[in-house]
């Protein structure tokens, strides 16, 4: 799932948020997030939601599905 990780990293960017802010969103510590980013921990599923409805983007495109954002 590394796509899921490198997306995730450049969505946050693109729209201008901090880890911490993402780490907020979800309830989780900055450092929980930052596993998300380095691939090495996957959101559940209620927190994938979360994160792609915030990024405005689909879920399939978040995990790689597709390249349709």
Same mark, same amino acid.
């Given at each position: 799932m590394e796509?899921?990780?490198v997306r995730l990293r450049e969505?946050? !960017?693109k729209k201008g948020f901090r880890?911490?802010?993402m780490a907020d969103l979800l309830g989780? /510590?900055?450092r929980?997030?930052?596993y998300y +980013? +380095?691939?090495k921990r996957y959101p559940d599923f209620c927190g994938l939601? !979360? !994160?792609a409805e915030h990024l405005n983007v689909s879920i399939d495109y978040l995990v790689?599905? /597709?390249d349709d954002k």
């Open positions: 796509v899921f990780s969505m946050r !960017l880890q911490k802010d989780i /510590t900055p929980a997030y930052q +980013e +380095e691939g939601l !979360l !994160l790689g599905r /597709t």
